[in-house]
């Protein structure tokens, strides 16, 4: 003869609606810092290449699109605008520098190891996520 045995049967507790509330709420504000939150100022870009600063743009100033254009042992152009930077043509290797994508936050960078090319974006700085003492 087999026994079953009676599993007891979970039911939610009011505490429980308290938590998964918490926990959702915790969730909005984060999404919301990371996307929509408090704006990083006014931003502006710097094209450094091979260590020397070739454009230095507050890009809250542009009334259209601005492009950098860097010729080197390889060819890259930066495309600046009131919202950010992308390198937006490259001939050298990899690549990485077009794969990096726009950059539109305070902190963010790309750079272009072949050609010694780093763009930067500077600004006020976005409140970290993390503290850690």
């Excluded at 042992?73 to 001939?91: E, I, N, Q």
């Excluded at 520098?97 to 600004?123: D, K, N």
């Amino acid at each position: 003869m087999t026994s079953k045995r009676s599993q007891p049967e979970l039911k939610p507790k009011p505490l429980d609606a308290l938590v998964v509330l918490a926990v959702l709420l915790l969730g909005v504000a984060a999404a919301w810092l990371a996307y929509g939150g408090e704006n990083s100022g006014a931003l502006t870009a710097t094209v450094k290449h091979r260590g020397q600063v070739v454009a230095r743009v507050e890009l809250s100033s542009l009334t259209e699109e601005k492009t950098v254009s860097i010729d080197g042992a390889y060819h890259l152009t930066v495309t600046l605008d009131r919202t950010g930077a992308a390198v937006t043509d490259s001939d050298c290797p990899g690549q990485d520098c077009l794969h990096t994508g726009r950059i539109t936050r305070a902190g963010q960078s790309i750079v272009c190891l072949p050609e010694q090319v780093i763009v930067t974006l500077e600004g006020k700085a976005p409140s970290p996520d993390v503290v850690l003492g």
